[in-house]
């Protein structure tokens, strides 16, 4: 892995305990996990527990949302969830968040587990490293601006709404469905 030099924060509060370093991997390089149906992690691939800085033991049986960048729109992850516990597959760009409070950018293709019965049992993701222009063009401002919207709201759930409303409204004025966003990128 290497540090990079991209600032996706700015200035702000959080730097307290942010180091502000982005963290990169190879690009033939695959983060897996796998987790059960509230979220708790029950597999990862040697390139998860390393980019995420945590030991296997530290993170097995712990949230996914452990890893969750503090930056990272509530509203993207109200998505990823509501789709995949519909059943559905999703891509995703996501940033998130090592121990040592560096950052890293993935491209997220997520899809829940069956058993033989056709029941979701757990979720599968697989990430890779995403293309830098989309992330630095498009990505970054719409997550910054969609965090700007939550952040207006006191109320996280009210603010979680309210950037569901603006991100849903971006799309609609696409014509477009999250997904074909995505794959647009």
């Given amino acids: 892995m290497v540090l990079g030099s991209n600032h996706f924060l700015g200035e702000s509060a959080l730097e307290d305990f942010l ?3 982005e963290l990169t991997f190879p690009e033939d390089g ?3 996990s ?3 149906l509230k979220g708790h992690i029950t597999y990862g691939n040697e390139t998860f527990f390393e ?3 945590y030991s296997e033991h530290e993170l097995l049986g712990q949230p996914h949302n452990s890893i969750r960048h503090p930056e990272m729109p509530r509203c993207v992850f109200k998505l990823l969830w509501d789709t995949i516990q519909g059943g559905n597959e999703i891509f ?3 940033v998130n968040q090592a121990k040592n409070g560096d950052y890293y950018w993935v491209n997220a293709h997520v899809t ?3 058993d033989s019965n056709g029941a979701v049992i ?3 993701s697989n990430r890779r490293v ?3 222009q989309v992330i630095t063009d498009v990505i970054a401002p719409l997550y910054q601006a969609l965090r700007a919207e939550e952040r207006k709201n006191g109320d996280k759930k009210e603010g979680t709404a309210a950037s569901t409303r603006m991100l849903t409204g971006i799309l609609e004025e696409k014509g477009i469905d999250y997904e074909r966003f995505v794959h647009s990128l």
């Fill in 19 to 21: 180091t502000g370093n």
């Fill in 30 to 32: 695959i983060i897996v």
């Fill in 34 to 36: 796998k987790t059960d």
């Fill in 51 to 53: 980019i995420a800085g």
């Fill in 92 to 94: 995703a760009y996501v």
């Fill in 112 to 114: 829940p587990s069956f």
């Fill in 122 to 124: 757990g979720y599968h």
């Fill in 130 to 132: 995403p293309n830098r």
